[in-house]
């Protein structure tokens, strides 16, 4: 059964589990089971999936980042991956207080906390407690998949970004990044966020149309990949071409592509945005869950 009083352990090698809730940090031999508790639902963990389908396993990586695992009398009964942001994994808001001291005691600065609403806004409970202050809090943010065809037409211009294109593609990037977080990518440098972008072209997950000037129209990425599905992030929409009623062509040409890599497309958006929120299911995108945003 699982406790609300929850000793944690940061980091354990070789000591067993003390009865009831403890958390550590995972490691190569906890990723069978970090996999079969992400597999509950593929859609809401895709992040965590697609880590473990590139890294093969669930030990931290060469830069730190990690995952921590709670375990309820030795088994593991939800995780949060804890790297330049806070993701939850099958995380029930009871145990958020055990990750949370975990994850303040780690010393890292987190960008954000993202993921299931009930899991991050316990966390972010939590956090706040701990002495952590929130920038901004998106409670209300809609989970939605299509798993067919779109049901408009899609917009044959929309291709995949070329690295010939890298100078016109990146600063589209850093503009939506901008006006969805209020900051630029590249403050404290423009390395880490360029590799990113560069990374998304060289796997053939970034989709752009630039027309006959070499202006980005439209580009949006496949954030999070795995066989079963993947997740659409970094939408937008030049401004000079928006409220000319591109946005659903062009959406459904990124569902089309994003089924050449699996059956299923995903996506979570602003509640407040109706815009987006009406174009998505146009689309044919139907809610399937919530998810919340706690950006730091």
Known sequence: MLSRVAPWLASRKDVPDPPGISVRTLERE???????????????NVFILAHLRAAGSAAATSGGAGVFGVFDDGVLAGACWAGANLVPVQLDPDLAGAVAA???????????????A???LALHAELVELGHRAHEVRPDQPLMTIAGPPSVEPNPGLGLGNLADFDRILPACAAMFEEEVGYSPFL?????????????????????HLNDAG???F????????SDVTQIQGVWMNPLYRGQGLSSGYMAAVVEQAQKVAPTTSLYVNGFNTRARATYERVGFQQVGTFATVLF
């Open 102 to 116: 975990a994850a303040s005691a780690s010393g890292r600065r987190y960008a954000s906390a993202f993921g299931p």
């Open 30 to 44: 906890d990723t069978a089971a970090l996999r079969r508790l992400a597999q509950r639902d593929p859609v809401t």
């Open 188 to 208: 404290g440098g423009r390395e880490f966020y360029s590799r990113r972008v560069e990374s998304l072209i060289r796997q053939g997950h970034s989709l752009v």
């Open 215 to 217: 202006e980005v129209v």
């Open 219 to 226: 580009k949006a990425e496949l954030g999070a990949v795995t």
């Open 118 to 120: 009930s899991s991050v």
